[in-house]
């Protein structure tokens, strides 16, 4: 389901789509229905192993971090929190002006932007503020860190490379985008000196983060269409890696998958995603628009399965587990689905309020956190 806003929708075109959604009957409901839990025999369950309270994600799309068996976690309002490994709060601080993406953090730092266009870094052990840079711009997607760089998205698609000892500029990347692209988190895949993320338009880049410098772009899709609402076709989620196989989603576009040692296309599959993947050994799992999940070949694109009963309950994009493919929905509720038929066989229930970002492993658990503030780890058994 197609749930991010789009970054500019001119008021006349709104004004054009009122007439075409009238009826005969001015007092009927033509929105379409949020599908039924499903009735299903369980096979497994996902128990919840602890769960703490971090505060309200409100309009923003909240991640949380895992750091050995630690997590950490930001609201909206401005707290971050690190919890250990059974829940208990290590520390807890908030930070002035509100925050507007999740934490970025390893072993010695956490990371978070906020509403006033700022960067600021944490200690991990302590949550003392070490240093806060100002980027002046919006930053929707979780900061990413790499051994000598703090990478920070902004809303309008600049790259900034923060030097992760002081927060200084060390360099900027812009690029041209499109009239209308999606107001969603792009995440950004960090493999030693380089960084992978995708882009409006349909493209995927990886960038030199010792000073900014593009490597390579690749073009999971290729927009089409005659309105630029119909031409939007922006890389959607982190691009996933398995050994030499990057992979990636569009919104009105495509699937695909590369082999990075020469940046050859292995496949790819019209499928529109506006959540993003996830892939183990064998498939690749994708949140459709219209909320089915489906599985796809990892070597061939070919479809292994689809399950539609989910339709319109908001679905996350997916995570793969050992246990199964795990996606939660704008209820709370989180799905178990079979890896080999994608027939369910467990689910959980969190706190009532929407799963909007994607469950992450933690270990053999699931992470998640809620948009009504719970951050839950749950077991698979």
Not at 106 to 118: E, F, M, P, S, T
Not at 172 to 179: H, Q, S
Request: aromatic residues 6%.
């Amino acid at each position: 389901m197609m749930r991010r806003v789009l970054a500019l929708i001119p008021a006349f075109a709104a004004a054009l789509l009122l007439p075409a959604c009238a009826s005969l009957n001015p007092f009927a409901d033509d929105t379409p229905k949020m599908a039924p839990l499903p009735a299903f025999q369980a096979s497994a369950s996902l128990a919840t192993r602890w769960s703490a309270s971090i505060g309200e994600a409100g309009v923003y799309l909240f991640e949380p971090a895992v750091v050995g068996d630690d997590v950490l976690a930001a609201a909206e309002a401005g707290d971050v929190a690190r919890f250990g490994g059974a829940g208990q709060t290590r520390w807890r601080v908030h930070i002035e002006g509100g925050l507007t993406a999740g934490v970025g953090a390893d072993a010695r730092l956490a990371v978070v932007a906020n509403r006033l266009g700022q960067v600021i870094a944490l200690d991990a052990d302590s949550g003392a503020e070490q240093w806060r840079s100002a980027v002046n711009a919006e930053v929707l997607s979780t900061p990413a860190l790499a051994r000598d760089f703090v990478i920070v998205r902004s809303s309008d698609n600049r790259l900034f490379g923060l030097d992760r000892k002081d927060g200084t500029l060390r360099w900027t990347y812009r690029r041209t985008t499109p009239p209308l692209t999606l107001r969603n988190q792009s995440g950004m895949l960090v493999e030693e000196n380089v960084a992978v993320t995708g882009f409006p338009g349909g493209k995927l880049a990886a960038f030199n983060l010792a000073n900014g410098g593009l490597i390579w772009e690749l073009t999971v899709t290729v927009p089409t269409g005659a309105t630029e609402l119909e031409r939007i076709a922006d890389v959607v989620g982190a691009p996933v890696l398995h050994r030499q196989n990057l992979c990636a989603a569009t919104f009105q576009g495509r699937v695909a998958c590369f082999d990075v040692s020469n940046g050859k296309m292995i496949w790819s599959r019209p499928l529109s995603s506006s959540n993003g993947i996830s892939r183990d050994a064998r498939q690749v799992y994708v949140t459709e628009d219209g909320d089915a999940v489906s599985a796809l070949d990892a070597f061939s694109g070919a479809s292994m399965w689809r399950q539609s009963a989910l339709a319109r309950r908001g679905l996350s994009a997916p995570l793969a587990t050992a246990a199964g493919v795990v996606v939660g929905d704008s209820e709370g509720y989180l799905h178990l689905l079979s890896r080999d038929t994608g027939a369910f066989i467990g689910r959980a229930e969190t706190d009532g309020s929407a799963i909007v970002v994607a469950p992450r492993a933690k270990g053999d658990a699931v992470l998640v956190q809620t948009r009504g503030g719970r951050v839950l780890v749950l077991e698979p058994r």
